[in-house]
């Protein structure tokens, strides 16, 4: 029987929604015949339920309001998926050997010339790749598809914080400032960034639980209608309490050396129930806000803190005090009410601050900055023992970066953090963007004088730099042809031998790349030790020199910062009979993966070293 004996009514609702009926599949249906192109292509529901089976109603906005676009829309989004494939595929032969996507490719992805969030689709897209299985058997993808997925949420908060803070503060919502935070802090999370509406819902179910507890006290949908205003309130302030408090558990972080990865983790604070200042005020805040409640953010002792070097760093996690304030309109300035969020939301009078009757509420924007000042402070004085202090001044770097979409005007702030990305070599083409958007801003001419001085040699100095790692790239595509006298290639991983303080040590690297004799270089470290276990002689290091030199990559445990990068005689390394993993961050900027034996060069690396291939596995066996 053929299919277009069938009703429209029954080959649309019954055959073609079917889950197991495919986008591809409509597709090959459609260029069978004129009538099924006709029928599937008229149909809006078919291609909305298609949009919804194979990416989910992501969207922050749905086209509900237009009618028959679902077939644009999902052609659409099928178009946008290849081009960020064929992006995150092509990344590595544009950006190999420094591993840092490009701006200007993250800026033609998300590139909006339609009247939907493009850039959502994109991250979306992003998301699904870095899942993926076979992209994950890639590590250089995968790092590539992680570092694009980072840059672009950077791109849609950025935009969304410039809005934010644009906003007068009767319309800021600290709520909505924490969850930016939390978004921010969660960049590198993959799909388990913050969810917006998870945390809405979050809010939905405290604040149904909240008039459930009141239906049960009054036996109706909302408080006694004969109670006054004032006791009304309380009795809802009191029931928020009894919710957040007592059956949910929220409590303050106990201690800093447990928590700090989760200080600034939204969704994490409604799992663990455990939050700095901020978040359960913005809970609290949010919930009675909901009820009908307008609380107000206040500092306690403002001006009495101490100094914060000699503050243990659980404190400086928890501070300042920061309470909630309910004024009774109907009352007097000394009828206001203090919540407590840290004491179990304890409601007290105002005669027990006295100091805080004249004391101005704290704006939104003084709550979120104090914050990030946190969120720095660990930042700065902290590092993680696994990874370091490359790791840590890589994670500073995003909030640096936070700080300047929080304050885009500010020249000290973008400054700071150009200054970051030159010492660093990082993200640099965004530091000159956001340069030359202070530049060419009204705002530019207040500053006349020496921050107009400061901005245009910064902003020279990261073109500069720029200019030199393009420079690198460019010269990482020349072909390297191995002479007969190497001894060993690209991907081995070997034992280097060195002094240091006196002492031997024996540490395994990886092999990066090489050249026929000593080159200098600002990036790989030639200095680190004396090679080999012996103090070598004028002559000696002029003999070193002259031999082939390795750049290795390598952990070691005993420095600072362990994850190092090396430029090494020859005659310093021999070979691992068996060879084990090295932890470091750069490793996929160059390789594959690890298959047990050597480490599997990628296309970039093979191109530059051809011959290598046949000597690791001539050497591996």
């Not at 800093?256 to 359960?280: H, I, M, W």
């Not at 809970?283 to 009908?292: C, F, L, P, R, S």
């Not at 009204?442 to 902003?459: A, D, N």
Request: hydrophobic share 35%.
């Amino acid at each position: 029987m053929s299919l277009l004996s069938l009703p429209n009514e029954v080959l649309i609702c019954y055959i073609f929604s079917l889950d197991t009926i495919s986008i591809s599949d409509l597709q090959s249906l459609m260029v069978s015949c004129r009538p099924l192109y006709n029928i599937i292509r008229e149909s809006d529901e078919l291609w909305r339920l298609k949009f919804i089976q194979r990416w989910g109603n992501f969207l922050s906005k749905t086209p509900n309001s237009y009618e028959n676009v679902w077939f644009e829309w999902t052609t659409m989004r099928l178009k946008k998926a290849k081009e960020v494939q064929k992006a995150v595929q092509n990344m590595s032969s544009v950006a190999y050997p420094l591993g840092q996507s490009p701006l200007i490719v993250i800026n033609e992805l998300i590139a909006e010339s339609y009247p939907i969030p493009i850039s959502e689709y994109v991250q979306n897209e992003l998301e699904e790749i870095i899942y993926d299985k076979k992209i994950r058997e890639n590590k250089t993808t995968l790092h590539y598809a992680r570092d694009v997925l980072v840059k672009v949420r950077i791109s849609i908060l950025d935009k969304k914080w410039r809005d934010f803070m644009a906003k007068p503060e009767s319309r800021k919502s600290l709520f909505e400032g924490v969850a930016l935070i939390s978004q921010w802090s969660t960049l590198g999370h993959g799909k388990g960034q913050t969810c917006w509406k998870d945390l809405e819902s979050s809010i939905e179910k405290i604040t149904d639980r909240v008039k459930q507890l009141l239906e049960l006290e009054v036996g109706k949908v909302s408080c006694a209608s004969t109670d006054d205003p004032k006791k009304k309130n309380l009795k809802i302030l009191d029931s928020i309490n009894q919710v957040m408090f007592n059956e949910l558990g929220f409590k303050k972080f106990p201690h800093f050396y447990t928590d700090r990865r989760l200080y600034s983790n939204f969704q994490q604070a409604f799992e663990r129930k455990e939050g700095c200042p901020a978040v359960l005020c913005a809970i609290y805040q949010e919930v009675a806000w909901k009820m009908g409640i307008l609380c107000e953010a206040v500092y306690c002792n403002q001006n009495d803190r101490e100094d914060e070097n000699n503050l243990p760093d659980f404190m400086i996690m928890n501070r300042p005090l920061l309470l909630l304030r309910w004024k009774d309109s109907a009352g007097s300035e000394d009828d206001s009410i203090y919540i407590d969020v840290f004491r179990g939301g304890s409601l007290n009078q105002s005669s027990l601050y006295p100091s805080l009757r004249e004391q101005p509420a704290a704006s939104v924007d003084s709550v979120l900055f104090e914050m990030l000042e946190v969120l720095t402070y660990f930042r700065r004085h902290q590092y993680d023992e696994i990874y370091g202090l490359e790791r840590m001044r890589d994670n500073l770097s995003f909030y640096v970066r936070l700080e300047c979409s929080m304050s885009p005007q500010d020249p000290n702030k973008i400054t700071c953090y150009a200054e970051h990305c030159i010492r660093l070599g990082i993200q640099l083409d965004d530091a000159i963007q956001l340069l030359q958007n202070f530049v060419q801003s009204p705002e530019y001419k207040r500053f006349i004088g020496f921050y107009s001085r400061s901005t245009s040699k910064m902003l020279g100095e990261c073109i500069s730099k720029l200019n030199e790692q393009k420079a690198e790239i460019a010269a990482a595509k020349t072909v390297h042809h191995r002479p007969s006298s190497l001894k060993f290639s690209v991907g081995l991983v070997v034992i280097c031998n060195y002094k240091k303080l006196g002492e031997n040590f024996r540490k395994p690297g990886v092999i990066v790349s090489w050249n026929v004799k000593f080159q200098k270089s600002n990036e790989w470290k030639s200095e680190v030790t004396n090679y080999p276990f012996s103090d070598n002689s004028d002559e000696e290091d002029e003999e070193s020199q002259a031999q082939p030199h390795y750049h290795i990559l390598m952990f070691d445990s005993d420095e600072s910062n362990p994850q190092l990068q090396l430029n090494v005689p020859e005659e310093t390394l021999e070979l691992l009979p068996a060879a084990v993993p090295i932890k470091h961050d750069k490793i996929w900027f160059h390789f594959e993966r690890f298959d047990g034996r050597r480490y599997l060069p990628n296309a970039e690396k093979r191109a530059q070293f051809p011959e290598d291939e046949a000597v690791t596995l001539s050497l591996i066996g």
